[in-house]
């Protein structure tokens, strides 16, 4: 009974950071990595949301001066929306327009290709991190253990809780940590993939849309 109410009287460290500095050193990458994703999401959801905004209404301005064959007009609107993929893509293709719709539709489909790569850019290094932090948690569970058995063996083979403590702690934390920073990281991977698939589909319905109207017009012309 004495030791329950001895026990019962330590005080035990539960806050998040105090968990967390016993993990090891291993933790400190851990946390550059999280930092890191944390950075890397909201920017891409930031670059995402700016990429598709009003895209409809921009879409018939650009039309309305094609049809008034106000060329410089509808370029200069274009180059005004520079985070809006279809508007790069557009201001290239009517930047080409008099050199004929073959060479018109090679400019496209290059112009599509950069903004899908620049709206897939760093989403690799997502899936990096997600592959890398797991990994580095079954690492601190290794080191981890390597400790415990170098103090049992110090120690002659017998088992002293309170030299152990640090080495169950390391194995266990980093791991946690690991998995918790690799299933985070693949949650928004997913979620951003799924997005950029999205946008890339209806880049490529605008972009033909576009063809279409351009024909259009050439032929009433």
Not at 92 to 110: P, Q, Y
Not at 116 to 140: C, D, M, S, W, Y
Request: proline content about 1%; charged content about 20%; hydrophobic content about 45%.
């Amino acid at each position: 009974m004495d030791l329950v109410i001895l026990a019962a009287d330590v005080p035990v460290e539960t806050s998040v950071f105090s968990i967390a500095s016993k993990g090891g050193f291993l933790m400190i990458f851990l946390f550059i990595i999280s930092i890191t994703v944390l950075s890397l999401v909201i920017g891409k959801l930031i670059q995402l949301k700016r990429s598709h905004q009003n895209e409809e209404e921009f879409l018939q301005e650009i039309y309305g001066y094609l049809g008034e064959n106000k060329l410089e007009i509808a370029i200069r609107i274009c180059e005004d929306r520079e985070n809006s993929p279809i508007a790069n893509i557009i201001a290239k293709a009517i930047s080409v327009l008099d050199r004929g719709m073959s060479e018109t539709k090679e400019a496209i489909e290059s112009a599509v290709n950069k903004e899908v790569h620049r709206l897939e850019k760093n989403l690799g290094t997502l899936a990096t991190f997600a592959a890398v932090a797991p990994l580095i948690g079954f690492l601190g569970t290794v080191t981890g253990m390597v400790k415990v058995f170098m103090r049992l063996g110090e120690t002659g083979g017998g088992v002293d809780i309170s030299l152990l403590a640090n080495g169950i702690w390391e194995a266990l934390i980093t791991t946690i940590g690991g998995l918790s920073v690799g299933i985070i990281t693949i949650l928004f991977y997913n979620y951003l993939i799924g997005r950029v698939e999205n946008l890339s589909h209806e880049l490529e319905e605008n972009t033909n849309e576009f063809i279409y109207n351009i024909r259009g017009m050439k032929d009433d012309n």
